[in-house]
């Protein structure tokens, strides 16, 4: 019997190779009252059932076929990782190669980790309650007794009972629904194996506008029409990705717009990718964001990372992808100079770490540590770069093409290791094996810090926002060339802003001349307003401070909220306003980021 994750409890006694759910969603307790009836293939005969969970109230555990009760005990509670549920079945006496059904009786906590609940005010229509989960990384345990690694793929069936007139969506195709007594109980159906941390639920106020046949868009009413304008260029970003990578597994592919006040980017469960409503900037300029959720349908959800020690062949492989999407859309300049905005992040995530920090090897070791923990850009950009530069060393970027297909082909449905991933390299690829005898291995998988190698990217797009940022720099008033920011694109204009930022802090009357050349305080991109707020604050520019208060408190993005509230509490005339604007404000927000927020304020 061995541990199937140094993140779970799980060993490798018995597979799940099916998950059936009956859930009952409370609003007023925030519970979800449930049944997992978790299908077993039985590996290794005279071992007990080892699930995870964390917070949840089990109740009673029988064997499916016959009711007959089963002896469980719940082991001690880890800080991290929750406690282990062990299901003895001797009663049962499987034989190895048989099949047994386990029914699991319980109820989650108030506070599971993986079940987000919004308060009115936390919506955009405010009229009804709203959940979503998020079970990434480690938190499906808190959602249902499983086990809770990406080493084990299970299709999975769902039944949810919900007041009306809420909807339920999941990660799976919707095959039916019936109302009763004030409450409607959906159905769902996922035929594809997956992770337990790609289980997800919403449920809410939403409604749907179709994009094309097997693409649709959901949201809260006052948001739908918006978003059915921003993200109406998925399916062809879909049908590049299948033109990239073969053909996309998973039948529909949905997009919900989650409330204001979630407080990530997005989210790429199958069938139903979670995005932020930070991205309806009313111009498709921030769209492009959604290639990345669409690659994690073959980079991700149908080729998964073992552990989350090898998380970035998830990520990094998904950016890759991503920035295929785009390069085939808008030109291979616009991929490498992805790729340059990318390997900033990275450097900030390294100097942020330090640069021998563990966390920054690219296979890191997790035993003991929480896989949240360890969350950063390092996976999804140093994998990148890593993958550029065997393209590069490889024969370039139509060889490299064939290679990722045929990664797909040879690893779909499974989830896979490093090594995995390297011996299936030196297969395809039989006639340059003295190409990758010569790559350092240890140092770009083991090896801490910046990749060992610094690709060389194409900086073209970044050299003309650079060339007009320096312009401003040294210029007294409107520099003659300001009209060309007007033909950049939103990763040109974003670019400029980081260079302002990254240089000298500006004098009010060039922030003026900035705001009256360029309308910046009424950008609709959150990405360029994020970056024009920071430059504002910076220079404690008092009239950015009302559009910097009406950013923060009309969505709850955390990657925006918590640095502008910290540089207006830095600002000496308005360090009073950011904590009346944030208690004023609070109820608005989600808990998480609320309790972050008043952290970095002090309160």
């Known amino acids: 019997m061995v541990v199937l994750d140094p993140s779970s409890f799980a060993t490798s006694a018995h597979t799940c190779t099916h998950i059936a759910l009956r859930w009952a969603v409370d609003f007023v307790q925030q519970t979800i009252d449930g049944i997992a009836v978790l299908t077993l293939t039985v590996n290794e005969e005279s071992e007990p059932l080892i699930l995870d969970t964390r917070g949840l109230r089990i109740q009673a555990v029988h064997e499916k076929s016959d009711g007959q009760p089963l002896p469980f005990e719940l082991g001690p509670e880890h800080p991290a990782f929750g406690s282990s549920l062990t299901i003895n079945l001797f009663q049962v006496a499987p034989t190895k190669g048989a099949s047994v059904a386990v029914a699991i009786r319980y109820t989650t906590s108030p506070d599971a980790s993986a079940v987000q609940w919004l308060s009115l005010d936390q919506t955009a229509g405010k009229q009804h309650p709203y959940l979503f989960t998020q079970c990434q990384a480690i938190h499906a345990r808190s959602l249902l007794p499983c086990q809770d690694t990406p080493a084990v793929k299970a299709p999975y069936s769902a039944s949810v009972t919900v007041p009306e007139p809420l909807v339920a969506l999941m990660s799976a195709k919707s095959v039916g629904q019936t109302a009763s007594s004030g409450s409607i109980a959906y159905d769902f159906k996922q035929p594809v194996g997956v992770p337990a941390y790609l289980i997800a639920l919403v449920v809410g106020p939403i409604v749907s506008r179709d994009i094309s046949p097997r693409v649709r868009v959901w949201a809260e009413e006052s948001v739908v029409d918006k978003a059915h304008y921003e993200f109406g260029e998925t399916e ?75 998380f970035w062949l998830n990520e990094g492989f998904t950016v890759y ?22 390997l900033k992040a990275l450097r900030d995530s390294v100097d942020a770490y330090g640069a021998d920090h563990p966390f920054t090897h690219l296979v890191p070791n997790l035993k003991d540590a929480d896989p949240d923990d360890a969350f950063s850009t390092v996976p999804y950009e140093k994998g990148f770069n890593f993958l550029f530069y065997l393209e590069q060393k490889l024969g370039g970027l139509a060889v490299f093409k064939g290679y990722l297909r045929a990664h797909v082909e040879r690893f779909a449905y499974m989830s896979i290791t490093t090594l995995q991933w390297r011996d299936f390299l030196y297969e395809y690829f039989q006639d340059k094996h003295a190409v990758l005898n010569a790559v350092d291995w240890a140092a770009w998988l083991d090896g801490p810090g910046m990749p060992p190698v610094a690709n060389q990217f194409d900086d073209t797009l970044a050299r003309a926002a650079h060339k007009l940022a320096d312009s401003w720099s040294t210029s007294s008033g409107v520099p003659e060339t300001a009209s060309v920011f007007m033909d950049f694109t939103s990763g040109q204009k974003q670019e400029f802003l980081n260079k302002l930022l990254a240089g000298p802090v500006l004098p009010h009357t060039t922030l003026s001349s900035l705001d009256q050349s360029y309308s910046l305080s009424k950008s609709t991109n959150c990405e360029e307003s994020f970056r024009w707020f920071q430059l504002s604050l910076r220079s404690d520019w008092p009239p950015a ?42 109820a608005q927000y989600h808990n998480i980021a609320s309790t972050m927020i008043a952290k970095d304020l002090g309160l």
């Open 236 to 310: 062809t970003m879909l049908s590049t990705a299948e033109s990239l990578l073969g053909p996309y597994v998973w039948e529909r592919y949905d997009l919900l717009v989650l409330p204001p006040s979630f407080p990530y980017g997005g989210m790429e469960n199958p069938m139903l990718t979670f995005v932020t409503p930070t991205l309806l900037a009313g111009d498709r300029s921030l769209a492009s964001v959604v290639a990345h959720e669409i690659a994690h349908s073959w980079t991700g959800n149908l080729v998964t990372n073992r552990t989350w020690e090898h």
């Open 321 to 342: 992808v991503e920035r295929l999407i785009l390069g085939s859309m808008q030109g291979e300049q616009e991929r490498q100079f992805d790729a340059l905005d990318g």
């Open 545 to 586: 401070f009302p559009a910097v208060v009406e950013f923060v408190t009309r969505q709850g993005r955390m990657k925006y909220v918590r640095p502008l509230y910290r540089a207006l509490h830095k600002c000496a005339s308005a360090g009073r306003l950011a904590v009346e604007t944030f208690l004023k404000h609070r």
